[in-house]
């Protein structure tokens, strides 16, 4: 995915990544408070950030109203009202670590561009791979495994590794299709998509 460094430098990836440890709290949290985080997390964005210095920094130049920062959250929102929180966690890990993977490693390993595309790049598209399928894998078996103690939590099936790698194939290849204002609701609705088609399959 991305190339080259921008002029956020490692900061966008570095939140970017953060945000998604709370997909975490998925597991020991009821629907209503998963559905409140992203509320609070929509308006923190999207009224608190922009009058931040944190939030003018993480900010591109000539970036549209309806950026990243804003879409990040509402995409949460969607993955937390439509799946369990087992795949609503694996879900936001491919959205949080696959493609801060993908900036990151893009930005390290310089490599040609993939099929031309303008910001995809032969070492950060396998690194939103890797690390989205890790990612995914890992909090939905993480909040499965939390929500054992908290019968109030619907988590659902935690999703196998196959079924991860196919959520974190998704997004990579949608990320490739560049889906205006930006590209994490189309992302998180491939990975959510695949891992609910998926589910009790692989």
């Not at 931040?52 to 879409?71: C, D, I, N, V, Y």
């Not at 079924?163 to 990320?175: K, M, V």
């Not at 299709?177 to 589910?199: F, Q």
Request: glycine share 10%; with cysteine; net charge positive.
């Amino acid at each position: 995915m991305s190339a080259a460094a921008a002029p956020h430098g490692w900061l966008r990836p570095a939140v970017h990544a953060a945000m998604g440890l709370n997909a975490l709290l998925l597991g020991v949290l009821p629907r209503w408070g998963a559905v409140g985080m992203a509320l609070a997390a929509i308006a923190l964005n999207w009224l608190v950030l922009p009058r931040l210095a944190l939030g003018r920094r993480l900010e591109r130049p000539g970036e549209p109203f309806l950026s990243g920062l804003k879409t990040y959250p509402l995409a949460v929102l969607g993955l937390v009202l439509l799946l369990p929180a087992a795949e609503a966690a694996a879900a936001w890990g491919v959205l949080a670590f696959g493609d801060a993977a993908a900036a990151v490693v893009g930005r390290l390993v310089p490599a040609p561009a993939l099929f031309g595309h303008r910001k995809a790049t032969w070492s950060g598209t396998p690194a939103f791979l890797l690390v989205g399928t890790l990612a995914a894998f890992g909090l939905g078996q993480a909040v499965a495994a939390l929500a054992v103690g908290c019968p109030w939590v619907e988590a659902g099936e935690a999703p196998s590794l196959a079924r991860a790698a196919c959520a974190a194939g998704a997004a990579a290849l949608i990320d490739l299709v560049r889906i205006p204002p930006d590209d994490n609701l189309p992302c998180a609705a491939a990975s959510g998509t695949l891992l609910h088609a998926l589910r009790g399959l692989l």
